[in-house]
């Protein structure tokens, strides 16, 4: 329910921050305090003091955020159309906007983006070219997501690649040579083909902001610069932000150190208490007062929460519509994954027994696979539920296959699409593929000659996806050229994929999206930087029952609260994740993703430590080992928390094995998420 005017309801601190003035000012807060509802206060009190909504940007995390907070600072200054007029998206949303407009500066005829597929692609044909993908001595070689990230590091943080290489990724050093040259390789074909990545979004918009003219013309577009998730930023963007405020009058950033999760990527928490130190004059507000979760959930979270004691902040619970006597948390020691996913299920179906709903449950969990066994269960007892975070949308191929046939409605020269969409069609392998572009990006080759250079199996379709292609291009408007492209794609997933049904569902639910975007290329490009996290964004849930739970990734699902909470395998080597078992660095930011975990529940948390951790994610076979309880559950946190035994392991471990992991085919689950 929206509230009624920008500052109902709203604390002290919250109003403080609220009505600041020009000056920078810094919203440090815990999770749950109000952070997202005191930035959209601050925006709605800007616009009903006068200040023109396209003189405010907003950057946030994701395009959902800036899309609710906005709805609802339009709502509350009661102008629901200057919350629309209001600049906001993510920084890559936004940097897309201004380097399409600013292309020429930049020397570039077309702004394409790179998504992370098509740079992972790239990566790997470039190893083979440079001799990283065999290992003669059976020696560990870089993959492509490692090169990637080589890369983005290097990128994000400002080392050479070379530091990047001894400092993380050691067990590559005897490459360091290769690895670099395949990088400056991937920088001259991106180039080349006029392709921009997601860093070199970020990166191209910092250089607009590098020139003195650009970046005055830029700084004056704006009086208000507010930032969410401040301690996620890193240092690209934090020169963005300082170049677009140089004197820091009109910056908001708002952030909980202690939920930066985003360190693979650059991050670093440290940006956000750094904004004093480089504007002395910044006004620092704490919101300590947690309106979201009762106390016991809060006493598990002060215990939790990582940095130094005296710099903690202690969050308070200060809900005034709690019922009933607030529960401690629970810690459920349980035999194995297949009696956590049973116990998970059992208690989901007792709380809509009893009156609840699903949709006020949710499991979180540290990586999307942890739910493998629980998807199972779930599955076997009906119960619907969705699935955030784990199975990425975009890297869906139809998915991909359908952008790619919009991306060469848009940009006939785009050899990355034609290369996906050609490997689509019968007999035309990669190496076929490769032959067939030239021919098809050569404006003097009609595509009769096309066809006839093609295998035979594949001609007919071909002929008919060329057509059909032709005739999007030629449609003149946007729902027609769409309508054209998914005639086309439909025919090769059904074609292409063993389990079409489901994924035709998408491409249909894309498709009608598409039809409603003011121009494709834009439609393409937002799909690209904020994908959806399923389907489900553009229609309703993908399942038959109003009612579901909700299985999602701690990264996903950062920033929204459910009443009833249960965290999955929070054992070390799952969650903390035994990637990030072997630096301090890593250890902390798992620390910090168990919080964000903790920090999402409002009346009740369950937290499953399994003693048996099957080798196999799917538990396909009976080798298990046994798994230390979560580090961080120590003493002082297991103070907080009943714990609860579930079953007798000592006769449970008498039973054959085999009863208790089930052998499951996991493929036709894919469906379920669609
Ligand atoms: N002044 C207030 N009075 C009552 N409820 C409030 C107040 N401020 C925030 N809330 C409620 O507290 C909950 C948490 O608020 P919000 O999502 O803004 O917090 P947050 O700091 O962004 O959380 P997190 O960082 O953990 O995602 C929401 O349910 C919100 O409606």
Known sequence: MFDTAWDDGLDDAQLAAVTHGSA??????????????TLTSRVARLLETGVRPERVLLLTFTRRAAEDMLARAGAL?????????????TFHAVAHRLVTEHAAALGLEHVTVLDP???????????????????????????????????SRAVNTGRPARDVVTAD??????????????????VARKRAAGLLDFDDLLLAWRALLGQPELAQRLAERWDHVLVDEYQDVNAV??????????????????GDDAQAVYGFRGARSGHLLDVDRRWPEARTVRLERNFRSRQPLLDLANAVRPGPPESRLQLRADRTDGTGRPVRPEVVRCYDAAEEARLVADAAVAAVEAGGRLREQAVLMRSGHHSDLLEVELTARR?????????????AAHVKDFLAALRVTAHAGDELAWFRLLRLHEGIGPARARTLLPLLLDPEVDHGEVVAAAPAPARTRLDATLAGLAQARAAGDVPGTVRRCTEVVRPLVRERYADAAARLGDVDRLSEAAALAPDLPGFVAQLTLDPPLSTGDYAKPPHLDEDYLTLSTVHSAKGLEWPT???????????????????PEGLEEEQRLFYVAITRARDRLSIYTPLRMPHHRTGRDDRHSLAPACRFLDDAALATVDVRQVGRPGARAR????????????????????
């Open 565 to 583: 909470v249960h965290v999955l395998h929070a054992v070390d080597g799952a969650f903390p994740s035994d990637m990030a078992l072997s630096t």
């Open 24 to 37: 920078p000012l810094v919203v440090l807060a815990g999770a749950g305090t109000g952070k997202t509802r």
């Open 237 to 254: 963007q934090v020169d963005i932000v300082a170049g677009l405020r140089p004197d820091g009058r009109g910056l908001t950033v708002v």
């Open 383 to 395: 119960i619907p539920f969705v699935k955030y975070g784990g199975l990425k949308f975009l890297e």
């Open 169 to 186: 990724f050691p067990w590559c050093e005897p490459h360091a040579d290769a690895v670099a040259a395949v990088l400056r390789d991937y």
């Open 77 to 89: 200054c009661r102008d629901p159309d200057a919350g629309r007029r209001v600049w906001g998206g």
């Open 117 to 151: 597929g098509d740079a992972a692609d790239l990566f790997d044909l470039l190893r083979d070219e440079h001799g990283l993908t065999g290992s003669p001595g059976g020696e560990r070689m870089p993959r492509p997501a490692t090169l990637a990230d080589i890369y």
């Open 655 to 674: 039973r054959p094995a085999a009863v208790t992991v089930p052998r499951v085919e996991m493929p036709s689950l894919d469906a379920l998420f669609g």
